[in-house]
């Protein structure tokens, strides 16, 4: 149960950025919503949602799998911090120019890159099997959205280029979303994945049968 906790974090982010974008007036990024009125709620309230998922899958991982997941779980912690201290500090109007605005800059950076590579992480070795298929397309997804928002981003040399500022908020949100499902795309195969092995007998020196004396097999002859 605990490897499903990120899909209720994930749908308490959802239904929190779903409302900033309803009820309050259209931001560019998800960020600038904690700039308008009512906007913090929500904002704080998303952020501190998935990370609470990331915790209890890192948390789960440990229980399940300490000995393969370490570094998948050291990035989903850092993806924790990273989404705890973009919630406590608040971003810039246009450019960071504070030291809020810095740590929500580098804090946001963080959390864009740990949640892919925990994904490339935890589905490396694994069997290719409908779940974790689903894991390695998410994280492909991820990081391409990424890299094109990067690119668009109006502080980066392509974006002129591309028109990026026109629709760079639009790929934020598509990282976000694609990030968001990979949290629990993650929680739910690891939490399939743990089922299987027991439903295969298990065949122990106790339960195999005694070998045969020398008398009876003398008689068997």
Not at 16 to 24: G, S
Not at 74 to 101: E, Q, R
Request: charged share 10%.
């Amino acid at each position: 149960m605990i490897l499903l906790a990120p899909l209720v974090a994930a749908l308490v982010c959802a239904a929190a950025l779903t409302y900033a974008h309803l009820a309050l007036p259209q931001q560019t990024l998800i960020s600038d919503y904690a700039l308008v009125p009512g906007g913090v709620a929500p904002v704080m309230i998303g952020m501190l949602a998935l990370a609470a998922g990331c915790v209890f899958l890192a948390y789960g991982l440990t229980v399940r799998e300490p000995g393969r997941t370490a570094a998948t779980r050291l990035l989903l912690v850092a993806a924790a911090g990273g989404l705890m201290l973009s919630a406590l500090f608040p971003t810039d109007p246009g450019p960071a120019t504070s030291l809020s605005g810095e740590v929500h800059r580098w804090a946001a950076a963080v959390v864009f890159t740990s949640l892919p590579v925990a994904g490339w992480t935890l589905v490396r070795g694994r069997a290719p099997l409908p779940r974790w298929n689903l894991v390695r397309s998410l994280v492909v997804t991820a990081v391409v959205a990424l890299a094109v928002y990067l690119a668009a981003h109006p502080a980066a040399l392509t974006s002129p280029f591309i028109g990026g500022e026109a629709y760079y908020g639009l790929l934020e949100r598509a990282v976000v979303v694609a990030d968001v499902a990979l949290v629990v795309a993650m929680g739910v195969a690891a939490s399939l994945d743990n089922r299987l092995p027991t439903q295969i007998p298990v065949v122990t020196r106790e339960s195999r049968p005694a070998p045969a004396a020398p008398a009876d097999r003398a008689k068997a002859a």
